[in-house]
């Protein structure tokens, strides 16, 4: 089972960026498509972004497209989240996630969680 691990989270002000990154531990990353969710407080977790096994074809929910990029190198076991024009409805924990299947709808399958890292946007 691959152990993933978050990093990047952190404040920001309405209409700033962050990174976040998620490395994996373990030779099947490569293998698998990726996702990231997020889950705000009181809410239940939702699909965020997910990505094909080479990247190849990057899949977006409609609240974040247009302002997130998703993006891996499989040469660092490394999935990101490149998140740009936040707003404070994008606060929430946020988790990555290995799949067995994803879509503009979500990713599927989830085989493994990172343990996630916060994101707070201010107005």
């Known amino acids: 089972q691959v152990q993933l691990v978050e990093s990047g989270g952190g404040f920001v002000q309405a209409g700033g960026s962050l990174r976040l990154s998620c490395a994996a531990s373990g030779r099947t990353f490569s293998s698998y498509p990726m996702g990231w969710f997020r889950q705000a ?7 965020v ?27 660092k076991n490394t999935v990101y989240l490149q998140m740009n024009s936040l707003k404070p409805e994008d606060t929430a924990v946020y988790y990555c996630a290995q799949a067995n299947y994803c879509s503009n709808n979500g990713c599927y399958g989830i085989g493994s969680w990172g343990q996630g890292t916060q994101v707070t946007v201010s107005s």
Do not use: H, L, M, Q
Request: charged share 25%.
């Open 41 to 47: 407080p009181g809410k239940e977790r939702e699909f």
């Open 49 to 75: 972004a997910g990505i094909t096994w080479n990247g190849g074809i990057p899949y977006y929910s409609d609240s974040v497209k247009g302002r997130f990029t998703i993006s891996r190198d499989n040469a």
